[in-house]
């Protein structure tokens, strides 16, 4: 390759990587952004589920939960398990996406 070439080559690349940073940072907001919206929605729910007088009780607060209101704290805690579950796993592959495609520019650059 020629000198002018190289260098063209070399600027797109460095193009293509700002664009894909710029990409994962639009990722991660969204992500973080998703999360603090249920966070706030699971919130909302709790606190639209109290009931008044679960606090007076001296007993365990297991026992308090086999009463009538239980539904309600099963659904929000089933629903916030499935929610951190998917999180982690869009986070995983996004980081192992990541990895490789610091790789291959790696590679690639050796090579040149």
Same mark, same amino acid.
């Given at each position: 390759?020629?000198?002018?070439?190289?260098?063209?080559?070399?600027?797109?690349?460095?193009?293509?990587?700002?664009?894909?940073?710029?990409?994962?940072?639009?990722?991660?907001?969204?992500?973080?952004?998703?999360?603090?919206?249920?966070?706030? /929605?699971?919130?909302? @729910?709790?606190?639209?589920?109290? %009931?008044?007088? #679960?606090?007076?009780? +001296?007993?365990?607060? /297991?026992?308090?939960? @086999?009463?009538?209101?239980?539904? %309600?704290?099963? #659904?929000?805690?089933? +629903?916030?398990f499935v929610v951190g579950v998917t999180l982690?796993?869009?986070?995983?592959?996004?980081?192992?996406?990541?990895?490789?495609?610091?790789?291959?520019?790696?590679?690639?650059?050796?090579?040149?």
């Open positions: 390759m020629t000198g002018r070439t190289e260098i063209r080559v070399r600027e797109i690349r460095r193009r293509t990587r700002r664009y894909r940073r710029r990409r994962e940072n639009r990722e991660l907001f969204s992500l973080t952004a998703f999360g603090l919206f249920l966070l706030a /929605g699971i919130s909302v @729910l709790l606190h639209g589920v109290q %009931a008044p007088g #679960v606090s007076a009780v +001296a007993e365990g607060y /297991g026992s308090v939960l @086999l009463r009538e209101d239980a539904g %309600a704290y099963i #659904v929000v805690g089933i +629903a916030a982690t796993v869009i986070c995983i592959r996004l980081k192992k996406k990541k990895t490789n495609r610091t790789e291959d520019v790696g590679e690639s650059e050796e090579q040149t």
